[in-house]
């Protein structure tokens, strides 16, 4: 009798543990959706602001002027945008997971960047299995 509690113990205790991997691996996937995309908005954002700056309907200064409120305004957004593109790349995102199923433990940078929303289970998750 002893032995059967005990294995029924540690059948409630490690539950939650076995699919533990794999909504790490999910996690992973969205916070690198999310970056990513919000990256491209920021891209997309200074490309726009770098434009209507030099050409568009804000352009009534002179050429110098144009320039350099372009680079500021438009600039500084695409490289932020393009660095968060370069950091949440897939390609990062697919060696952060192979190491992580081969037993590594995940970068420090993304572990702190993980949220209990990415963690979540949603109806589009579950469409997709």
């Known amino acids: 009798m002893k032995k059967v509690t005990l294995f029924c113990c540690l059948v409630v205790w490690a539950g939650p543990g076995f699919s533990q991997g794999r909504d790490t691996v999910r996690a992973v996937h969205k916070l690198f959706a999310q970056k990513r995309g919000s990256g491209a908005t920021w891209v997309a954002t200074g490309a726009e ?3 209507d700056e030099s050409v568009g309907w804000r352009s009534i200064r002179s050429k ?9 305004d438009g600039g500084v957004p695409m490289v932020v945008g393009a660095l968060q593109l370069v950091r949440f790349s897939p390609e990062r995102e697919a060696a952060i997971v192979k190491s992580y199923q081969e037993g590594w433990n995940i970068p420090a940078d993304i572990r702190r960047k993980l949220r209990r929303k990415h963690f979540r289970l949603t109806t589009r998750d579950l469409s997709q299995r």
Do not use: D, I, S, W
């Open 64 to 72: 110098k002027e144009n320039t350099t409120a372009a680079v500021v």
């Open 49 to 51: 602001a770098a434009y």
